[in-house]
């Protein structure tokens, strides 16, 4: 199946992550651009993307996009942090269509934070890539920058495990060093994160704030589309599917539940 159409701006905008994270930018992007198609690919058989070298991760970003583009897409959202800062400069290379990549906000918890100290939560591959090393440059240099890698969470949040005593046991040793330094701003740096946002807040209290990139992702997205022309015209709400290559059995129930109702998933 690919979506053939003679109007090139009613074609899909593809979204893509190492799973089911990128999930929580796909929301963000529905509810501002509810006449855009979208196609969901949740890369699922291989995450964590968070301990993969640069080069595993740009091979799967190169899969990932080829059958996207081959499905018609005129624009891609990387939604993982990991792969944008792994593969983004190199798929732009590679492709022509726009695509929209993100990374931990930390700029704006930079200017959100009262006491000057923010903590990032991210995977291993964010917080080491050279790319992440700029953003603190730019934006961290008036305030104190306090990195967690939370290894294993994406793998409870893959399983659907929002809930569960051993995310909750994660949650809350990643935070404790973050409490420890006083931050008073944390940045959820990996897509899988907004997921456990509620966990998060048990755990560090409602006073500490808590910062995603998913809304502002959403919104680069729009801008990009209209300074290109590319809005599709079509008024109805338009569909949203999703592909899977997770082997577990209850792959597309965590989808549903991630997405909030139930998705249509198709196997990859
Ligand atoms: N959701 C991803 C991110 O935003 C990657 C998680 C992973 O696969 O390690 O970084």
Request: proline share 3%; with cysteine; aromatic share 6%.
């Amino acid at each position: 199946m690919n979506f053939q159409t003679s109007q090139p701006n009613e074609r899909p905008i593809a979204v893509f992550d190492s799973g089911v994270g990128g999930i929580s930018v796909l929301k963000h992007i529905h509810a501002l651009l509810p006449n855009e198609q979208l196609l969901y690919v949740a890369d699922s058989k291989h995450a964590p993307y968070g301990n993969k070298t640069p080069q595993e991760i740009q091979s799967r970003c190169f899969e990932i996009a080829d059958f996207l583009i081959a499905k018609n897409a005129k624009a891609l959202v990387v939604a993982c942090n990991t792969a944008t800062a792994a593969a983004i400069d190199a798929m732009r290379l590679r492709y022509q269509l726009p695509i929209i990549g993100m990374e931990p906000a930390v700029k704006s918890a930079a200017a959100a934070t009262k006491n000057g100290i923010i903590g990032v939560l991210a995977t291993t591959g964010t917080l080491k890539s050279a790319q992440f090393a700029a953003l603190l440059e730019s934006y961290g240099r008036n305030v104190e920058v306090v990195t967690q890698a939370c290894v294993g969470l994406v793998e409870c949040i893959e399983r659907g495990e929002l809930n569960a005593s051993n995310t909750k046991n994660l949650i809350q040793q990643y935070c404790a060093p973050l409490l420890a330094e006083g931050a008073d701003t944390i940045v959820l740096g990996c897509t899988h994160y907004p997921f456990v946002r509620e966990a998060i807040t048990d755990i560090v209290g409602k006073e500490v704030i808590l910062i995603d990139t998913g809304a502002a992702v959403a919104n680069q997205l729009k801008h990009r589309l209209v300074q290109e022309n590319m809005q599709a015209g079509r008024m109805e709400k338009a569909s949203v599917m999703f592909w899977t290559n997770s082997t577990a059995d209850n792959a597309a129930q965590v989808i549903s539940q991630l997405w909030g109702e139930s998705a249509e998933v198709l196997v990859l």
